[in-house]
């Protein structure tokens, strides 16, 4: 399966899972790449995205790929202009890449150097699976993050307050989670896919 059958896939999956408490769903089917630029994309689909959350409590952005979240980030502001917004990414990498055009892993850093009003906290980061050049910006960033290590048991009480006080600091929290941060031997079919993930 590639990314882009990845949203079927999953409302496939979850669609045979059973009801706990009932609620409503709405599907508002998916977003096509079909612009010549990544980023036209992107900019259809925040607008979707700032719709649903403006009408629903919560929304569920499938992907496809994680460039997904640059999009899933220009709704978000979309739909509240002036909040501070808190960025927590649960992600083996900081996907902040310097590259010329929108990709999966260059989201984080274009929403960090367009926007004042935002932080980032990544939960499962793996050292090796990031260049010295992603934490030296992590660093003059003022990116919180914490390793994967750090989460494959019990999740201690400062990585609890950690999270707490990110949440507690911003009106609005944007939530993305990359299927790269589990193990390889459940999620084998990511593109960057390592050992000693989350299970």
């Not at 669609?15 to 992107?42: F, S």
């Not at 890449?97 to 960090?112: A, D, H, P, V």
């Amino acid at each position: 399966i590639d990314a882009k059958e990845g949203p079927y896939t999953i409302k496939k999956t979850f669609a045979n899972l059973p009801v706990i408490r009932q609620c409503n769903v709405y599907d508002y089917g998916n977003v096509e790449h079909n612009h010549d630029r990544l980023e036209e994309t992107q900019q259809e689909f925040a607008h979707y995205v700032a719709k649903s959350i403006k009408k629903h409590n919560q929304t569920f952005l499938l992907g496809g790929g994680h460039d997904i979240a640059y999009a899933q980030y220009l709704g978000t502001r979309e739909a509240y202009p002036d909040a501070s917004i808190g960025v927590i990414n649960i992600d083996a990498h900081f996907d902040t890449r310097e590259e010329s055009g929108s990709t999966s892993g260059t989201s984080f850093r274009q929403i960090l150097e367009e926007d004042e009003n935002t932080d980032y906290l990544v939960l499962g980061i793996q050292q090796g699976g990031n260049t010295r050049a992603l934490f030296d910006y992590a660093e003059t960033k003022g990116i919180g993050y914490v390793y994967s290590e750090e989460l494959l048991h019990q999740i201690s009480p400062p990585i609890k307050d950690k999270v707490e006080r990110f949440v507690h600091d911003h009106d609005v929290i944007m939530f993305t989670i990359c299927m790269d941060v589990i193990d390889s031997a459940f999620a084998p079919g990511v593109s960057a896919n390592g050992v000693l993930g989350l299970s």
